[in-house]
């Protein structure tokens, strides 16, 4: 066998159970952390509050059990005679660890900190699933708590669902459930956070002063960027009927709207007169008017205006995506071929193609001049939720509940890139309008921003790194199919991985190399015996020269099936082809022969005699190879079974001499204990038996 020892079984690491600490909540754990001076231990779990506890001293623990020795003896001498045995004091968990308070945050917990500030005050951080940080001062010796001021105004509290260029591509609005937020595109800092209703879409007004929202109630609402304010508000829509889009004319003149009431509104802006600030002067501030309101008789899911200002075109309830004349509202054309709504779409800037998203997955590209449709996409593995063109190209950005941002081309129909990075669900995203940046909002409440390189893009190399991803998806998701199986419930506890193919490519490899040196080594002899001399031995593989003169490749495959762990190892062994099984049975049988490892042989030969024992029982040649392999195994087992036998007799013999001078019985509870169960166990079969005999004279009389 191989005793050799690695250097984690070397780790002189022991864990003892000390005891446990009471909790006052019922859920589970789900963090432990412990300050910087190692004196306050913090625990949490899915609740909003957190439990924290002092942990004492060497000092304090002495202190304290001499206090608890002097009650006992206080005890004694009173005459209680119940607790005569407690003079001896017994140490457990309660003397280290001492309950000190419990704090209330604002939301769940997600993640916490803490370090101490003074020598008798701890600084307590916490992230909430709000995403705010609540910090809080604890004072050990009062136990005081104080809240201090908290972190909440530099990300979203809710998911975002609306993002928003400036014209000039340095600002980025970014609406969500509570409020509207402007962020600085170079320093990625948020320098706005305007409270609002519940954004749905949003929009720069011309001027990039103020920020038109949609809301889920039904208003529009215009956001000053001066004054951090909401400073109109108008009910665009009927009331609690979600604004779902919106979208500006090229002239940037006017703008459209549509939601769930079935109807387009068409707005004007306009310039209003206003009082300035304490103050009986006028100013001009932008406003825009109702022109007029288009019924289509559909819930509005997604619009947009032709760059020409010819068309707008609208995705609608029933599936079908609408063209409309812009002057007169009259259908020009009707998209049709989703199976689920669209759910988003966009039009080039040469209004020549458009491109909708559903959330029946598919991608469809559209030619605006005659509604045919040039080609389906299956682009994503769930719904489609946001889609853009790239100004003034024919390449577009689609992103979708997958989680992944991916790159196209509208021409030749070709997926060019997948960006990967959210961990929760793309909601919305923007595009600069020189295509440099993109901005991309997610479940996770995370907003990310993207930037073009100028390193090219193979697209054959992301098309074999896409190839291989999907094939480790498959391969991990793929079942093994048991030769002779009949039964589907029953099959093994491993599904195929990575690590069990390269353990099988690996095993192969060293098979392969094996067979070319023994091809060698029968030439070299053949060369010898017709010669009738010596000659120089042929050169070894390069493998085995560079791990040295004594690895024989016997070793190599040896070492190539040792280093396979346990859990892949049948897994490994189902993926190899049955030329190379017969291979290794027949170095299973010399390693076997020579006691190596015979645990790990004897697992491999059973198993691969299991999988194909139909082919090696149905031919001469393939059961010498079994017989012989049944004869070694039988010997490696009587062989190992000796060796445990002769060690627990020696391990039972150092036993009784250790009780012979000590005069005592190890291990005396357990074997009281397994006595006991022994005895259980035959009074139960007893009356079990007596059980069955008198319902059997039962039937007979």
């Excluded at 007169?328 to 040469?350: A, N």
């Amino acid at each position: 066998m191989n005793n050799e020892k690695t250097s984690e079984d070397q780790v002189p690491l022991h864990v003892q159970y000390l005891g446990s600490i009471i909790r006052k909540s019922k859920q589970r754990v789900s963090s432990l952390n412990v300050d910087n001076e190692s004196r306050i231990l913090a625990c949490h779990g899915v609740e909003s509050f957190g439990e924290f506890f002092r942990i004492s001293t060497v000092d304090e623990i002495r202190t304290r059990l001499r206090k608890r020795l002097l009650k006992a003896r206080k005890r004694k001498e009173n005459g209680d005679e119940k607790n005569e045995e407690e003079i001896k004091i017994d140490w457990d968990i309660s003397l280290i660890f001492t309950s000190l308070c419990e704090i209330k945050f604002d939301g769940k917990i997600r993640a916490m900190n803490l370090f101490m500030d003074t020598n008798i005050t701890c600084k307590i951080i916490a992230l909430t699933l709000n995403n705010k940080i609540d910090i809080h001062s604890l004072n050990i010796q009062d136990k005081t708590i104080e809240q201090l001021p908290s972190i909440e105004k530099s990300a979203h509290r809710t998911e975002v669902r609306c993002l928003a260029f400036s014209s000039d591509d340095m600002l980025i609005a970014s609406g969500s459930g509570e409020s509207l937020k402007i962020w600085n595109r170079h320093s990625c800092e948020s320098i706005r956070t305007i409270p609002c209703d519940y954004a749905l879409c949003c929009m720069f007004l011309p001027g990039d002063h103020s920020v038109l929202i949609g809301c889920k109630n039904g208003s529009l609402q215009i956001a000053s960027l001066d004054s951090a304010s909401i400073i109109e508000i108008v009910q665009g829509h009927e009331e609690n009927q979600s604004i779902w889009a919106m979208c500006m004319t090229s002239d940037r003149q006017s703008f459209l709207t549509g939601g769930s009431d079935k109807k387009i509104q068409f707005w004007n802006f306009e310039l209003k007169d206003e009082k300035e600030n304490n103050s009986k002067k006028m100013r001009k501030r932008l406003s825009f008017e109702q022109k007029r309101s288009f019924d289509v008789g559909e819930d509005v899911l997604a619009l947009k205006i032709t760059p020409n200002n010819r068309y707008f075109v609208a995705a609608l309830m029933d599936t079908t995506v609408k063209v409309f004349f812009m002057d007169s509202c009259q259908m020009f054309l009707s998209l049709y071929g989703h199976s689920q709504p669209v759910l988003c779409l966009d039009i080039s800037s040469d209004s020549r193609l458009v491109i909708t998203g559903s959330s029946d997955r598919n991608i469809k590209i559209w030619g605006l001049d005659f509604g045919d449709c040039h080609r389906s996409l299956f682009a994503h593995d769930d719904t489609i939720t946001a889609i853009q063109f790239v100004p003034k190209t024919h390449l577009f950005f689609s992103t979708s509940k997958d989680n992944r941002l991916k790159y196209w081309d509208a021409d030749k129909f070709l997926h060019i890139q997948t960006l990967d990075g959210h961990c929760g669900e793309i909601r919305c995203m923007s595009i600069t309008h020189n295509g440099m940046h993109i901005v991309t909002a997610a479940h996770d409440r995370s907003i990310r921003l993207w930037e073009r390189t100028e390193e090219p893009l193979i697209l054959d190399e992301e098309k074999e790194q896409e190839r291989e991803a999907q094939f480790e998806n498959e391969m991990e998701n793929d079942e093994f199919i048991l030769p002779g199986e009949t039964n589907k419930e029953i099959g093994l506890a491993t599904l195929k991985t990575i690590e069990s193919l390269k353990g099988a490519e690996s095993i192969i490899e060293a098979l392969d190399i094996w067979r070319e040196e023994k091809l060698k080594l029968a030439e070299h002899e053949a060369t010898q015996k017709a010669l009738g001399k010596e000659i120089p031995p042929p050169p070894r593989h390069i493998m085995l020269q560079a791990l040295g003169s004594s690895y024989t490749a016997e070793r190599f495959v040896f070492e190539s099936l040792r280093k396979i762990p346990a859990s892949d190892l049948e897994a490994t062994l189902l993926l190899l082809p049955f030329d190379y099984v017969q291979k290794l049975l027949s170095l299973l049988i010399y390693y076997l022969d020579r006691f190596q490892s015979p645990e790990l042989c004897v697992k491999c030969a059973v198993f691969l005699i299991k999988i194909h024992h139909g082919v090696l029982t149905s031919s001469h040649q393939y059961l010498n190879i079994v017989e012989q392999l049944r004869t070694h195994c039988m010997d490696a087992v009587e062989k190992l079974r000796n060796n445990v036998g002769f060690n627990l007799a020696g391990l039972k013999l150092i036993r009784r001499q250790i009780e012979e001078q000590n005069d005592v019985i190890l291990f005396a509870d357990a074997t009281q204990k397994l006595t006991s169960n022994e005895a259980k166990k035959r009074k139960k079969r007893k009356s079990s038996a007596a059980i069955l005999t008198i319902k059997g004279t039962s039937a007979l009389a």
